[in-house]
């Protein structure tokens, strides 16, 4: 883009909107990609691509969006912990909790899905996209990250509990909670 650069729209979109975007670019440095993705971006192609490749990104994409957005209008709530998905917001014992777009995906994919054990690689497929590298390190990062944020003793969670050499699992939601 000539005015401006492709990260510092990525990054305005971001701070109003969970649209799917997926960027499309000349540029095949991993590290233009990585950061594309990590400002929230849902995929990356680069030039060439076909229609039909093209095409298929985007209903992936519209696909995750809907995955993501089916709690609309609904509030997970596990002990102290608060997910509105609707407002996006996240709160521990009544304070808001500030998380990324891309923390805020994951913690509503393993509100949506608690209970279940979720692999890293379905994590990774399903958060940035079927062509995300499978090194599970930025799932970890952001594990970590989200951790610091939402448990009271990240050495000991009492939300989101990592199943060692397979992925991530939240505690089911108290049905007398909701």
């Given at each position: 883009?000539?005015d401006i650069?492709?990260?510092?729209?990525l990054r305005?979109?971001?701070?109003w909107?969970?649209?799917p975007v997926?960027?499309?670019?000349?540029?095949?440095?991993?590290?233009?990609?990585?950061?594309a993705?990590?400002?929230?971006?849902?995929d990356?192609?680069?030039?060439?691509f076909?229609?039909?490749?093209?095409?298929?990104?985007?209903?992936?994409a519209?696909?995750?969006?809907?995955?993501?957005?089916?709690?609309?209008?609904?509030?997970?709530?596990?002990?102290?912990?608060?997910?509105?998905?609707?407002?996006?917001?996240?709160?521990v014992?009544g304070?808001?909790?500030?998380?990324?777009q891309i923390e805020?995906?994951?913690?509503?994919?393993?509100?949506?899905?608690?209970g279940?054990?979720?692999t890293y690689?379905?994590?990774?497929?399903?958060i940035?996209?079927?062509?995300?590298?499978?090194?599970?390190?930025i799932l970890?990062?952001?594990?970590?990250?989200?951790r610091?944020?939402?448990?009271?003793?990240p050495g000991?969670?009492k939300?989101?509990f990592t199943?060692?050499?397979?992925?991530?699992?939240m505690?089911?939601e108290?049905?007398?909670?909701?």
């Amino acid at each position: 883009m000539p005015d401006i650069d492709g990260l510092t729209v990525l990054r305005k979109i971001r701070e109003w909107s969970s649209v799917p975007v997926i960027v499309i670019s000349a540029r095949l440095e991993e590290s233009e990609k990585v950061a594309a993705l990590d400002l929230g971006a849902d995929d990356y192609i680069t030039k060439p691509f076909g229609t039909s490749e093209l095409l298929a990104r985007i209903r992936t994409a519209i696909r995750h969006s809907t995955k993501l957005a089916s709690h609309t209008g609904s509030v997970f709530n596990l002990y102290d912990l608060s997910i509105d998905f609707d407002r996006r917001i996240v709160t521990v014992a009544g304070k808001e909790v500030h998380l990324t777009q891309i923390e805020f995906k994951l913690v509503s994919l393993l509100a949506q899905n608690a209970g279940r054990v979720l692999t890293y690689d379905y994590m990774i497929t399903t958060i940035w996209g079927p062509y995300a590298d499978k090194n599970n390190q930025i799932l970890r990062v952001n594990m970590a990250n989200i951790r610091r944020k939402i448990e009271h003793n990240p050495g000991d969670p009492k939300y989101i509990f990592t199943e060692v050499g397979i992925g991530y699992r939240m505690l089911e939601e108290d049905a007398s909670q909701s």
